[in-house]
């Protein structure tokens, strides 16, 4: 990968976390603008943590585009090697539960 490439990479992985976390952004500033008015130091606070959120994001994306995209393909392919529908369906259910246990969004949902 050029030297150049990776920083549009970089480039384009900035913008996708902005725009993951633009909408609900504006929508909060349209609340504050017209219906809502929250006190200063709530409002400056929000627009602080969004920064911070779309900076987790960018780093989130780009720590799964470094490791995880790699290995998913890899064990994807793999797994694809074998040939045998039963061995992919299972191996697909068993990754696919463990992926819902570990998202902390599932687990609120079942409380």
Do not use: C, D
């Amino acid at each position: 990968m050029a030297r150049g490439e990776f920083r549009l990479n970089i480039k384009k992985t900035f913008l996708e976390a902005v725009y993951g976390a633009l909408p609900m952004t504006l929508l909060i500033i349209f609340f504050h603008i017209t219906f809502i008015r929250f006190p200063q130091e709530v409002f400056i606070q929000f627009i602080g943590g969004a920064l911070l959120v779309i900076f987790g994001l960018f780093l989130f994306f780009i720590g799964t585009n470094i490791g995880l995209l790699k290995v998913g393909e890899f064990i994807g392919s793999s797994l694809m090697r074998r040939g045998k529908i039963w061995f992919i369906l299972l191996w697909g259910f068993i990754i696919g539960f463990v992926i819902v246990i570990a998202e902390p969004n599932m687990q609120v949902l079942s409380h």
